[in-house]
């Protein structure tokens, strides 16, 4: 069965520092999501991305994060200069098309330590 | 503003022992409401999608209801690969994102 892949499982980076979080979402799905749960919290929404361009974002989704469709089967989640609130799981997630009819697939995470 | 509450936080059971896990909700025009279960250290994985008030829908074990308010997750005779967190989610018309619950940790004692 198809699956939304993410790579690294484990980043851990130095506060101020740039990272850039990798998934590969499920082939034939036109939107794509990233989630993130801090330790022992709700699994939040951050943004979602369609045709290109974000569609909705949370005030979590400052101006130091972006996210990119660099090609065909890449999507990305950048977070400029990182703080140590930051360390959480983040998930990326696609789905095949919007509304009711199509269930958010998700990747197992990248786990991002901040010190 | 969408809002999720789940109840019980958690719930330890003896295998083939029956219960259910209740999350509210509140929501301006209900989209979807969405079960998933997410074991330690993994994504949350899909289980069902509820539409409108009175379907159901079940899955091995479980079975999910809707209301206008809230909605069951009903496991009969949990075996010990049932344990896990259990997260429920809606989406409101309009807009394109899940609000999660806390989840119901489960755990089915062998």
């Known amino acids: 069965e198809p699956e939304v892949t993410q790579t690294p499982s484990h980043q851990v980076t130095q506060m101020g520092q740039e990272v850039i979080l990798r998934c590969v979402p499920i082939?034939?799905?036109?939107?794509f999501y990233w989630y993130r749960q801090i330790l022992g919290q709700k699994v939040e929404f951050l943004v979602s991305?369609?045709?290109?361009?974000?569609?909705?974002k949370s005030e979590i989704f400052d101006d130091q994060f972006s996210v990119e469709r660099p090609d065909g089967s890449n999507f990305t989640l950048k977070i400029r200069s990182t703080k140590l609130e930051d360390s959480a799981m983040y998930f990326c997630?696609?789905?095949?098309?919007?509304?009711?009819?199509?269930?958010?697939?998700f990747g197992n995470g990248t786990r991002l330590t901040v010190t | 503003e969408d809002q999720v509450t789940q109840s019980p936080e958690a719930l330890r059971l003896q295998e083939g022992e029956s219960s259910s896990l209740n999350c509210s909700y509140t929501?301006?025009?209900?989209?979807?409401l969405f079960w998933y279960r997410q074991d330690p250290g993994k994504g949350p994985e899909f289980l069902f999608t509820?539409?409108?008030a009175g379907e159901e829908k079940e899955k091995e074990r479980l079975k999910a209801t809707l209301t206008k308010k809230e909605s069951f997750l009903h496991i009969t005779a949990p075996k010990p690969e049932d344990s896990a967190t259990y997260l429920c989610?809606?989406?409101?018309?309009?807009?394109?994102?899940?609000?999660f619950g806390t989840g119901t940790r489960l755990t089915i004692i062998p």
């Open positions: 997630a696609s789905r095949l098309i919007g509304g009711d009819k199509s269930p958010l697939h």
């Open positions: 989610a809606v989406e409101g018309l309009g807009n394109e994102k899940l609000t």
């Open positions: 929501v301006s025009g209900l989209r979807g």
């Open positions: 991305f369609y045709n290109n361009e974000i569609s909705e």
């Open positions: 509820l539409y409108s």
């Open positions: 082939s034939n799905h036109l939107y």
